[in-house]
Structure formats: structure tokens, C-alpha cells
């Protein structure tokens, strides 16, 4: 059972350009969560998606970033013209169900994508 | 707002020796969970061990063990027989009974001396 991949590992952006993040979440696993880890910094939450719906962004800013999980494929976060800013690593957890007061339950990371912005 | 603090950015331990990490966090709530996460050079994140703020037990997995002070908002993780794996980026994290949302720490920097 493999666990959650994220691809690429590392991505390289011109200030400007369009980064794409994808994570194939664990085997059953319906629930994505999106972290950002900026240098010296702890992982921030971005987002949490179920399948083809957004449950929390409220971590996500308001304007360049989306995220989607469709009903077939993986999930993929999207940055619209990076900036410098952006650079840091960000990753991708699942769990099989809604965590609410399932909190014993682990949240499955994947290893990040590592981007950095020209 | 939920915050957690890590006042260690770096720590030592000789192999074999023990090593504390310290945690400290700010909520207003009653229930919640606190994890400690370790992060080696590969990037992964790796659940360390967990506990619940309505246990007065302290969480014990093998060689890890946490010091859990409710009044005293204090998490802090005890490493015994320091081994070589166990360097890595040590994370805080704190989460409420309810939601999703995960609050992290900056992260403790163990270095293990054979």
C-alpha cells in the first residue's frame, strides 16, 4: 500500500509562471490536507479537500492559489504567477474519513514539493 | 488564536544518552490533542506520538515518552537511548477537538553524537 505521493519533488519557477503540486492520496484515503513549510518555519495549513469538494481554505490566500480534488486523479494545489515568496516546500496528508473527533486517527504525510521561485 | 511554541531550535544528545524537547501552547479550549512529529533529511513527516489533553496519563511509544503539564500548557517529548535514526527536525503540534486544522511549532533540530 503505497503511501501519499507527491510529485514533483522538487520544481523549479520563473517569477511569473504557473506551478502545479499534485498528491495521490493513500489508497482509500478521501480527505486531502495542503501544508506549507517555510524556511525556519512550521508547517501552516492551507487547505482541506474531499473529493471534488472544498472544505476549509480559510489557510489558502485569497488570491493566485487554488486547489482541487477531483473525482478521478490526484489532487493538485496551483499557483498563478509566483513570486519569490512562494518558494517554500509544500505538503500534501490524507486521512480516510473526516478527522472531527476522529482525531486519533494519523494523518498520512507525503515527502513535499519542494518549489523554488526564480 | 491557537499558537505553539518550540524555544529549542537546536538541540544534542549523545547516543545512548536522553533528551528533552520543549513545547509550549496557547488555547483557550478544553479538549484537544498534541503531537510530536519528526521530520528527517528525507522530508517526511513521521508521527512520533500523540496525546489527549482529557488523559492525565502521559503518552508512552517505546523510547519516546511526553511530559504533559495541562495547567502549564507544557508538551514536552523525552528521548531515551538516543540512537542515530532519531536525528531529524522535531515538530509541535497541537489540534482542537474538533476541525482539521493542525497547529505547528518551528521545529527542534536534534543532532545525535555517537
Known amino acids: 500500500n503505497a503511501g501519499v505521493m507527491q510529485n514533483p519533488r522538487h520544481l523549479v519557477r520563473r517569477r511569473g509562471q504557473e506551478a502545479r503540486l499534485r498528491c495521490s492520496p493513500m489508497?482509500?484515503?478521501?480527505?486531502v490536507y495542503w501544508y506549507r513549510q517555510l524556511p525556519e518555519e512550521g508547517l501552516k495549513f492551507m487547505v482541506y479537500?474531499?473529493?471534488?469538494?472544498?472544505?476549509?481554505e480559510s489557510g489558502m490566500p485569497k488570491e493566485r492559489f487554488s486547489a482541487e480534488f477531483p473525482k478521478e486523479g490526484p489532487s493538485i494545489l496551483r499557483i498563478q504567477q509566483v513570486v519569490r515568496g512562494d518558494s517554500a516546500a509544500y505538503f500534501c496528508?490524507?486521512?480516510?474519513?473526516?478527522?472531527?473527533?476522529?482525531?486519533?486517527?494519523?494523518?498520512?504525510f507525503g515527502s513535499g514539493t519542494q518549489l523554488s521561485v526564480l | 488564536a491557537q499558537t505553539v511554541t518550540q524555544s529549542q531550535p537546536e538541540m544534542s544528545v549523545q547516543e545512548a544518552e536522553t533528551v528533552t524537547l520543549s513545547c509550549t501552547y496557547d488555547?483557550?479550549?478544553?479538549?484537544?490533542?498534541l503531537f510530536w512529529y519528526k521530520q528527517p533529511p528525507s522530508r517526511q513527516m513521521i508521527l512520533v506520538i500523540r496525546?489527549?489533553?482529557?488523559?492525565?496519563q502521559n503518552a508512552t511509544e517505546n523510547r519516546f515518552s511526553v511530559n504533559f503539564q495541562k495547567a502549564a500548557k507544557s508538551f514536552s517529548l523525552k528521548i531515551s537511548d538516543s540512537q542515530l535514526g532519531d536525528a531529524a527536525m522535531y515538530f509541535c503540534?497541537?489540534?482542537?477537538?474538533?476541525?482539521?486544522?493542525?497547529?505547528f511549532g518551528t521545529g527542534t533540530s536534534l543532532t545525535v553524537i555517537p
Open positions: 496525546q489527549e489533553a482529557y488523559k492525565q
Open positions: 496528508a490524507s486521512s480516510p474519513r473526516d478527522r472531527g473527533r476522529q482525531a486519533n486517527e494519523k494523518l498520512f
Open positions: 503540534a497541537y489540534r482542537r477537538d474538533t476541525g482539521n486544522q493542525f497547529y
Open positions: 479537500l474531499q473529493k471534488e469538494n472544498i472544505i476549509d
Open positions: 489508497k482509500g484515503h478521501s480527505h
Open positions: 488555547t483557550s479550549e478544553s479538549d484537544y490533542y
